[in-house]
């Protein structure tokens, strides 16, 4: 399979369509069916005892999954989030990034499913781990 959307292409999409997130996010590579997400931490994504929130975490692996699918179909804006299962595993380092790594399970016409693991950078042991399903707008 072939990517339709390019990192560049893949940011720029995220700053049109989502500029009130699209500085949080930096798309650090893209291939087919994989993608990987920064998380550009700032204060408002910690929790009391200066660990990123869960929250947070959520949306890189939300965020990274959609991007991955649309890397792959190409900019369809309505695809949306239908199924989310996240597993914390240790406490993220405190004032580093978060790296996500998606690796698309299945791309089908109607129904996507992404597997993640979000690592603090340079942190060899996943933070967190995510599985996501989407659903795909019908081609007009």
Known sequence: MDLKMS?????????????????EFTVEAVAPMQLTLRLNV???????????????MFGLADVAVYLAILAMIGPK????????S???M???AAGVDL????????????????DTLIYSEGVPAPVARATLTY?????A
Not at 7 to 23: I, M, R, S, T, Y
């Open 135 to 139: 659903s795909i707008p019908p081609k």
């Open 77 to 84: 804006a309505l695809t949306v989030t239908t199924n989310c």
């Open 99 to 114: 790296i996500c790594e998606v690796r698309l399970l299945k791309l089908g016409r109607a129904l996507a499913v992404g």
């Open 42 to 56: 700032q204060d408002r994504h910690l929790r009391p005892g200066g660990t990123v929130s869960g929250p947070s």
């Open 7 to 23: 990192l560049d292409g893949l940011q720029a999409f995220l700053a049109q369509d989502f500029p009130e997130v699209a500085e």
């Open 86 to 88: 996240i597993d914390f």
């Open 90 to 92: 240790r406490k993220p």
